[in-house]
């Protein structure tokens, strides 16, 4: 089976695919120059859509352009579509309008498009499993569903993003038995929180996740922005926002900037190029570790609450907090991280690197397939359980001989040879 697992995030997507050569879930890298992680972003033109790296190239070089022309692609300009995602509305770019299925058409599209080029013409997917939040609607999983089957790709599949997550912790470390998982996914629309326990070799999430839809990294940004917003307006009367309408090449700073508060220094400097009288002119915004963290204080104390609660559910059960793994640009940051201990305690905090593409590959944990089809089946030398079985979830196959691993979370086929991890949900 080819298939591509896609977290689709609010400011970037990761892609992953199984490699045939490896017979493991990889990340896709776009461009061919080792980034995993492709902007979700999409600018309308005359003549069509700019989609990614292209839309957020030509957005970073608008700071040489007068206010006007800036805020006229600015108009045009989605930062982040997954954070409006409506089936009721519509956008209109040039005088044409557009739903946001239409819209997600688009950069799904573009989004696969690029990730063949990495897995090449003749990877064919017949099958797209998705991540999604744990807070989102049911009628924005089903627009994204239906986006992709009206391209064509009709064997969808969806899993919470914190689910997903713990997948692909579990496939690069080692979790101990009836150790307890907290999944705290800061990314930038949501956050997200899960607590998830290895039982029996299983994992199991065993408290109802919880996220918040209103909290993300990206507020953190418009937060920056707005303080930045007013300083600038302070010293040179000229408003960032002409019209009341963001400038998202200024917001994108602010985002660099917020990303340095996950270092050591208590202090950094962002030059922000403004054009007044027709003449380009530097502005150095500064801000102090103490400033920076109680412009962003209460969001990330509405983040932390999130945790609280998830943790509190786990506590009513008698369960633990082991360890917590943090996902999401702004999880690094300390003062995030120096909240949460208050809530955890001295569980081991864990971060996924800047790389942070553990929930692309984990949606893809369970579809490991030795793709071997031979009537004979598959020798395996670890201890099955022969009590409990699912049926195969490799498509050329479906036998009902596929049981569940003694020694390890997951099950094996013996007729193909099919293996893959499982995780239940027993809340």
């Not at 201990?341 to 949606?363: F, K, N, P, S």
Request: net charge negative; hydrophobic share 35%.
């Amino acid at each position: 089976m080819a298939i591509l697992g896609i977290d689709f995030g609010s400011s970037f997507c990761t892609v992953s695919w199984i490699n045939p050569k490896a017979n493991k879930p990889e990340a896709v890298v776009f461009d061919g120059d080792a980034r995993v992680k492709l902007p979700s972003v999409m600018l309308a033109t005359k003549d069509g859509f700019l989609l990614g790296y292209e839309a957020q190239s030509y957005l970073d070089g608008l700071y040489k352009q007068p206010p006007e022309i800036r805020m006229e692609y600015m108009a045009n300009f989605i930062p982040s579509l997954k954070r409006i995602l409506d089936p009721g509305v519509t956008e209109v770019f040039f005088d044409h309008e557009y739903t946001h299925q239409e819209l997600l058409k688009i950069f799904f599209k573009h989004l696969i498009a690029q990730a063949l080029l990495h897995c090449g013409n003749s990877y064919k997917v017949d099958k797209i499993v998705f991540s999604h939040p744990v807070d989102f609607t049911q009628a924005k999983i089903d627009l994204i569903e239906q986006a992709f089957h009206e391209l064509g790709y009709c064997d969808t599949e969806k899993i919470f993003e914190p689910v997903s997550a713990v997948n692909g912790y579990a496939s690069e470390h080692v979790v101990n038995q009836e150790e307890g998982i907290l999944v705290f996914d800061f990314g930038g629309g949501t956050i997200d929180v899960a607590f998830v326990k290895k039982v029996h070799d299983e994992f199991m999430v065993v408290t109802k996740p919880k996220g918040d839809f209103s909290c993300g990294g990206k507020d953190l940004d418009y937060l920056l922005y707005e303080h930045l917003r007013k300083s600038i307006l302070n010293e040179f009367k000229t408003d960032i926002s002409d019209k009341g309408m963001i400038d998202y090449t200024i917001l994108n700073l602010c985002e660099e900037l917020k990303k340095k508060f996950s270092g050591d220094n208590d202090a950094y400097e962002m030059p922000v190029m403004l054009i007044r009288d027709g003449r380009p002119q530097q502005y150095n915004y500064r801000l102090s570790r103490e400033t920076f963290n109680s412009i962003i204080y209460q969001k990330v104390y509405d983040a932390v609450n999130v945790a609280k609660k998830v943790v509190q559910d786990a506590v009513n059960k008698k369960y633990k907090v082991d360890k917590v793994l943090m996902i999401g640009g702004s999880s690094r940051l300390k003062l995030l991280q120096e909240l949460l201990t208050d809530v955890v305690g001295d569980a081991v905090i864990e971060t996924c690197g800047d790389r942070d593409i553990v929930v692309a590959l984990g949606l893809l944990s369970d579809y490991l397939s030795q793709e071997n089809s031979d009537s004979g089946g598959t020798k395996f030398n670890e201890p099955l359980n022969y009590d409990k079985h699912i049926v195969c979830r490799n498509e050329k196959c479906r036998s009902i001989k596929c049981y569940k691993l003694v020694s390890r979370s997951g099950y094996h086929c013996i007729e193909c040879g099919w293996e893959g991890r499982n995780i239940t949900v027993v809340f």
